[in-house]
């Protein structure tokens, strides 16, 4: 990355006594979609915050285009902020939102004009202009804050939870929209997210937080199949933990033994007891008359989960004591088990991750 556009070097933040930022690290380039991902009070909020100018940091610093920030108020920064809120004017009709922060620009009004139309042609609502803007739903109003946001060009678009008064299929279908909007527009996309799968969906790089601290950035794939830590695993999507000892091999327990040279061991090589996480689509079920698989093991089904475009089984295996997950794509012809049938499980070694115990 060359000059990164926003440059966060040991960023912390205190509210009194208590640590919400701890010396957050990070460079987030030009054009760059990047989320902060993290569970409640994590402080991705706060960092964002910041970023923006509207929280003070007790240490560190934040750098936008190689300039320092300390001190600069947020409508002197390159950045801009959606909230989750909208924080739209109802009593306003679209035109009148979008064009609000143009108020003082000393744009002509045919430029304001034109800036407008083209920010809602940018947002999907080139025909609402007009309208009021209480006579919209949930994702025209978040359209309309994006446009809003947008039409003053800002170097930085920060995003804090912008989807999530939206319902599933409108939040789906914007995370889409919104990336495609990005790439269009080429701002640098900052988002604050508690949802895994938006990060996943929507971010080049993503930052897991969790108390204040970074603890992984990567992008999507990484994140989700080189997981650091088992904490990060288990809050990027699903992880089956099985208990191993790693001596010259790896003993799995309910699975058997495997070389240990193959296996990925993010925090360095593994010794005595520790942990194998396996993701529920890395294992598989074989079916009747399938062929037999040298890494195969069987168990019982003990709880179906039926998504339509998958299902979710829990099986029991010799030696363990809690059923692995794993998830099968259904297909046309192919049935799915009940709780109480055999089941033989396929699985490999490549797609485990070993971390040491307590990890
Ligand atoms: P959420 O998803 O719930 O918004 P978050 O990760 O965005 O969570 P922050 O809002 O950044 O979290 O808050 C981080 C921590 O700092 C929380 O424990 C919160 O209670 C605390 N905090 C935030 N703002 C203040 C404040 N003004 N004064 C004191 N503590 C605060």
């Known amino acids: 990355m060359s000059e990164p556009l926003i440059a966060l070097r040991g960023v912390n933040k205190y509210y009194g006594e208590y640590h919400a930022l701890r010396d957050i690290t990070a460079e987030i380039g030009a054009g760059e979609f990047f989320s902060l991902l993290g569970p409640s009070g994590c402080g991705k909020t706060t960092l964002l915050r910041a970023i923006a100018g509207f929280e003070e940091i007790s240490g560190g610093s934040i750098t936008l285009s190689g300039k320092d920030m300390a001190g600069v108020p947020p409508n002197l920064r390159p950045t801009n902020m ?3 809120s909208y924080a739209i004017f109802p009593h306003l009709s679209v035109e009148q939102n979008v064009g609000f922060g143009l108020r003082k620009s000393g744009m002509g009004t045919g430029d304001k004009t034109r800036a407008i139309g083209e920010a809602l042609e940018m947002v999907g609502l080139g025909a609402f202009g007009g309208r009021a803007a209480h006579a919209l739903s949930g994702g025209q109003r978040q359209r ?14 920060l995003l804090d939870e912008p989807l999530s008064a939206l319902d599933r299929k409108m939040r789906e279908d914007m995370q889409v929209e919104l990336m495609k909007l990005q790439r269009e527009v080429g701002i640098t996309f900052v988002l604050v997210t508690h949802d895994q799968e938006e990060a996943l969906v ?4 993503i930052a897991v ?4 601290e970074i603890a992984q950035l990567d992008d999507p794939e990484d994140l989700y199949r080189r997981p650091a830590t088992k904490r990060v695993a288990d809050f990027i999507g699903v992880m ?3 208990p191993a000892v790693a001596g010259d091999g790896l003993d799995v327990a309910g699975l ?3 070389e240990i040279d193959g296996v990925f061991c993010p925090q360095g090589a593994v010794s005595g007891a520790c942990s194998v996480g396996l993701r529920p689509e890395t294992l598989s079920l074989l079916y009747e008359g399938e062929v037999a698989r040298a890494r195969e093991v069987s168990g019982v089904i003990d709880e179906v989960v039926y998504y339509g475009d998958m299902t979710y089984y829990d099986v029991r ?4 004591d809690a059923p692995v997950r794993l998830s099968m794509r259904n297909v046309v012809g192919r049935d799915v088990l009940e ?3 055999p089941a033989r499980v396929a699985w490999d070694p490549a797609a485990m991750v070993v971390f040491p115990e307590g990890a």
């Open 240 to 242: 089956n933990f099985l």
């Open 202 to 205: 929507m971010s080049d790089r």
């Open 317 to 320: 295996l010799a030696g363990l």
């Open 339 to 341: 709780v109480g049938a």
């Open 209 to 212: 937080m969790f108390e204040g």
């Open 144 to 157: 309309v804050a994006l446009a809003r946001a947008l039409i003053l060009k800002p170097k930085v678009l």
């Open 256 to 258: 058997g033994r495997v």
């Open 82 to 84: 959606v909230f989750q």
